[in-house]
């Protein structure tokens, strides 16, 4: 085959965490099979050329009624299902055999069935991704804290939680070190990997990472799919919400803004790490959302948050829409100072505030403007900011 990428659906799991006696993948939301909601955005995508699902045994009958349901979209990129193994490491070397018996060589897209809302945005980001890297993941920030538990059930250690991301999937690799990754720890009695870039780590290859969306839920409990479910029914409403936060200049030598460290003659007085753009930002996104505001959720008064990194607050509102069944249509964000200039930042901060939000950068806005040195910004006292959040959630009415 000379496409350029393929697809491989694990789709082989028998998801009794979620309850009922069909395996999750073929159970119906909004009317149509898990499985199905998973494939279509490969089977309609034109970078992707075949797309092979790994199956359960004794799913045959489930799969053929799905793919009889799959109206509209290109079906005639499906290769034959493969029955996969007793685990998920197994289920995908059986896929990726099957698609080199196929004579497939280029870069494969690895996806759990059970995720069936990968937006377009996410699907182009791996893409993108697995031009540029032999092996790519998609990661989203980690907002709570993490405990290590030891035997006992006592918490062993305390994990800096920006060292931390969850992984999603569509994971991209190189099909060729994929392949040979799996085999090599097949010889090596290696079988416990929960998922191929840990298998690649293991194997010697750097894995990249981009920015995942928490809308790419994985159907896990009972709870997912009635959330799923009333998110698919509701029409979506759009939400408009406004924030704007400010911080005094004090001794120093850098600003955060937009999540980018700046170097500068002055520091910034704040609780946390002071970077305006960000406070802003997570204001317009609960307000929003309707949910008071940065102060409500993190006050400062809690000796927690002293000189936390403010990407965390931004996070967890981000998070907050995603699971309000929402969407972020835009961030627009204003920094007003007179120095530091933020002009040859303003890329890199666009990029951060996306991959803080799970988001494309042509949903992200950054501008910035002097007071003409008017009032305390003018006089270079401090700075400020201003941000639009524009979101989509379910109508509750």
Known sequence: MTHAFAALIVAAGRGLRAGGATPKQYRAIGGEPVLCRALRPFLDAAAIGPVIVVTGPGDEPLYRDAQSRLAGANTGKLLPPVLGGNTRQASVHAGLRALAAAGFSGTVLVHDAARPFLAADLLGRALESGRLHAASVPTLAVTDTIKQIDDGGTIAATLRRDRLAAVQTPQVFAFAPLLAAHEAAIVAGETGFTDDSAI??????????????????????????????????????????????????????????????????????????????????????????????????????????????????????????????????????????????????????????????????AKVSVKATTSERLGFTGRREGLAAMATATIRLPDQE
């Open 200 to 361: 690649m780590e293991w194997a010697g290859h750097a894995v990249a990472t981009f920015a995942g969306d928490p809308m790419n839920l994985k159907l896990t409990h009972p709870g997912d799919f009635l959330a799923a479910e009333n998110s698919l029914g509701m029409a979506l409403v759009s939400r408009t919400g406004i924030g704007y936060d400010v911080h005094a200049f004090t001794e120093g030598d850098h600003a955060w803004i937009g999540g980018v460290r700046i170097d500068h003659d002055r520091g910034v007085l704040a609780h946390s790490d002071g970077d305006v753009g960000l406070h802003a930002l997570t204001d317009a996104l609960l307000g929003a959302l309707a949910e008071g505001d940065i102060g409500t959720h993190f006050p400062p008064s809690d000796p927690q948050w002293r000189g936390a990194s403010s990407d965390r607050f931004l996070a967890y509102a981000a998070e907050r829409v995603a699971a309000r069944g929402g969407r972020i249509d835009l961030l627009d964000l204003t920094i007003i100072c007179e120095t530091p200039k933020v002009g040859p930042h303003r890329e890199a901060i666009r990029r951060r505030i996306a991959g803080i939000c799970a988001v494309g950068e």
